[in-house]
């Protein structure tokens, strides 16, 4: 069986830095892993690879045993040709309009009478038949060239955005929140649960019934998800209102909002007092007996070594040690990476 | 004229008018750079600098009946008082209109720079209705004005060749090319380029070393708007002809160069403003002038298809 | 107690304006003369259309937009050929104007495809351009558009037989209003849906949003698409009020510039801000300076030798310092969105509900 998340050897640069440099990592389903290490160790890059913020210069993360990349398919592939075809046919048609629409439209139209589309049609055919070849083919070859690049090029730049890695069901927090300040608090959790809603773009614009059961039944679930993190009162609150344990607190609703499978948390305990950072150890157990595996980054030694099944530590991109707390307590390799010594 | 004199020809008005496209472009390449500020203003006070450069010669009584051969060094003014006038301009446009919004949401700076261009573009009208000889008295204000050649418009190559080079080209590349050179040599080591540089990276850094950003930004708005008088009066010279809505037009050219280059980038915007110069210049030779404008509108979006952040511009990457 | 009555008609206000609305026709022809608006307020309402289409682009969903005019010139143009007994289509309004808005939506998404995943100031240039190429191609293109003629005159809009003149200017009035109403109406529904969630969530914090598995390219292009359609709308109704597609300079940056302003200054992604916006800036532009223009000229002050003294002249120094002024003292516009109001209340209502506690 597949481990739920695989980091296989994964370096990114930054220009001449290497920020991570080959570095393995995997993840169980049901697991509290944690990434610790001192500032600058790029933890936080990890997770920004995890969740397809960055793309990693050489290496791969698959989630499930899948890629995160968005994969090519039949529909695309089909797009891709459609888009080709459509430039072609722009860029020859846009040459020859102004001939096109005389010979075709213009030649044929009797004021007020009724129109020959079918022969119109095929005088504008006669029309393209009678230009030199070059005429013809160096437009539809530059359009095709052009469109299918273009749409490739696209294409590639938009294929490992971080929604395809959320879809494949991994939800973050950021080291500092980054909610949505003007929505409410119920609205952020709804848009969270974006990737589980199934009502398009006529349904909401025509309030369609579908519209609000689904609403309602989003609208339940995100209170019932508010209520796990205790911030149902606040429900109707705009986000940016919300002190900063509350604004941390609401992160961790909206990433629970899309199911995920895998939870990342980018320093939860920051600036956290310690009976809040108690709280916060009872609310990672809570989510992993939902079953969703939570990757933690944290300075809290204390919540990483009471709440962790595993930990990995990192230090300048390099992963030093992984293992058990225990183990990683007894390690004299990263007593040296936090002490600079590794006599104690 | 044979093929490849048509084009050399369409090569040399291109790249003149590249050049001084490059010369705006620069001033909104920086200003983008240091404040992320589209300065919407920029080609309308490049138009103002047409309008001051024209009041002067009305009022050193050269016009366009005036002989360009008789090279005359009353024309110097032009060089000292144009390029200050849109410093100062330019720099009171910042104090006053943006220096208020730093802190201010995104969208609003660009809104208020649109309303500056709107102020100077109704300047521009209300200049053009001037009693004076060079505006035709003043009764047709909206309409182009004459603009006399400030230089010899004999044929540098001989009369008989079909290729013409005036003292016009030579002026342009005289003026632009140590601007450009200029500028870059300030920003790479002069103290004030430092700081410029600094600003751009990042302004709260910048502001802890100890850097004041506002006299700094100043600085950005006075050398961007210098630039801009300058290049209005070798466009104007050049060209032979101002209107009051011309800084929308080559400002959007200047703008498409910058971001065509990179936007941001100082190497980018020459590149671009060149690149748009003769794109527009070979356009109007082989294609159609009324189709120039499709043409390099359709060449930037193709670029910005293939490379997102121009020809020069380096992909951001934004902190998470 | 008198908050209670002020909320009250805060809450209610868009039903007092609508009431307004309503009412304008029946009120007008009792106005004297010079104070006659309901023709001018055909021109609001398509303004108001053209804005709540920028809206949804760059109010909702944070993309600059410089070139809305251009979409709705594509609208005007679309409806004319559609309807100009001049050419072989010769379709009526109520199957033209769909067809209309369905190009406005598939120009979106074709200037949009390329170019959704560029930064926000690189989209600004592209739009803008595409403002201009629009304006140049109709004009180029003068065997088809009629060049800088425009197309005209075009067939009267039919309701069950009945022909909607020019003239019918009550008739045109809640025609245009019932316009503007169903797509407040769709903006309304669409602003509280997922598709309206993920359009803010990208404006708020595009990384943010795409790491909560909103789609960023499939939500702009249907802001795009979206924008793009109720421009085209604007464009189309505007074609049909004035029977004329207008001519293609009739559709350049200004307008872009106009409906950007009442975007920004009315409120950004607030409809009722947008409406205000719409009211504010189309009024000033189509009632105030006409009706100081008449008003000068009766006075004999206007001399059209002198520059200064017409009217319409100083419009875009007034349009300038008004944009100035607002971004200094309400960046946020006049109406801003419910969601920023009640963030700069929140501070208000912590600091009474402070003082009450100390009172305690």
Known sequence: MTSLLSVDNVTIRFGGLTAVNEVDLNVERGQIFSVIGPNGAGKTTVFNVITGVYEPSCGCVRIDGRPGARPLSWRTAIGFGFIALTTAAGFAVALNIRELWDTAITANYVYQQAFPWAKSFSDALTHLRDQPWTWNILPLLTGALVGLGGSVAVWRRARCTPDVIACGGVARTFQNPRLFHQMTVLENVLVGMDTKLRSRFWHAALRLPFFYREYKHAQAKAMELLEFVELDDDASAPAASLSYGHQRRLEIA?????????????????????????????????????????????????????????????????????GTPDEIQADPKVRKAYLGTDEL | MTNTEVFLQQMIIGLSNGMIIALIALGYTMVYGIIELINFAHGDLFMLGCFLALTILGALGIDAAYDPNSVSLAVLPLFIAVPAFCAIVNWSVDRFAYRPLRSAPRLAPLVSAIGVSFIFLNLGLFWGGLPMDVFNGGVAAAAPKDFPALVSRTNLLGESSNIIVRWNEVLVAMVTVPMMVGLSLIVRFTRIGKAMRAVAQNQTAARLMGIDVDRVIGATFLIGGALAGFASIVWASYNETIYFQMGFRVGMDAFTAAVLGGIGSLPGAVLGGVVIGIVRAMSEGYIAAEWTNVVVFTILVVVLTFRPSGLLGTPTREKV | MAGGIRRAVIVHAGWFMLGIALLVPILDPLLPLEWKIAGHMNRIFIFAILGLGLNVVTGYTGLLNLGIAAFMAIGAYSYAILTCDIYPFRL??????PITICIGAIA??????????????????????????????????????????????????????????????????????????????????????????????????????????????????????????????????????????GEPGNYDFQISIIALCIVIIGGMGNISGVLLGAFVIGGFNSIVLDKLTTLLQQMGMVNTQNVLTVPGNWKYMIFGFALILAMRFKPEGLLPSRQLKAELHEAEEDERAENARGAA
């Open chain 1, 254 to 322: 909206r990433a629970l909002a899309s199911e995920p499978k895998l939870l990342l948390l980018d320093e939860p305990a920051a600036g956290m007092n310690p009976s809040e950072s108690d709280d916060l150890l009872l609310l990672i157990r809570k989510i992993r007996d939902r079953g969703i595996a939570v990757m933690l980054i944290e300075h809290h030694m204390d919540l990483v070594m009471e709440v962790s099944d595993r930990i990995a530590v990192l230090d300048y991109g390099n992963k030093i040690a992984e």
């Open chain 3, 108 to 245: 979106g998404v074709v200037l949009g495809l390329p170019t959704i995943r560029l930064r926000g100031d690189y989209l600004a240039i592209v739009t803008l351009g595409f403002g201009e190429i629009v304006q140049d191609t109709l004009k180029n293109l003068d065997n088809i558009t009629q060049g800088t003629q425009g197309i005209n005159p075009l067939p009267a809009p039919t309701f069950w037989g009945h022909a909607l003149n020019t003239q019918d200017k009550v008739a045109w009035y809640y025609l245009l209003l019932a316009f503007l109403a169903l797509v407040v109406l769709v903006s309304r529904n669409l602003e509280h849906s997922r598709v309206g969630r993920s359009w803010i969530a990208i404006r708020e914090d595009e990384i943010a949003a795409t790491c909560m598995g909103v789609n960023p390219v499939k939500a702009k292009l249907v802001a795009f698409a979206m924008g793009a359609a109720l421009a085209s709308t604007s464009g189309g109704i505007y074609a049909a009020l004035f029977s004329n597609s």
């Open chain 3, 92 to 97: 009526g309004f109520w199957s033209a104007m």
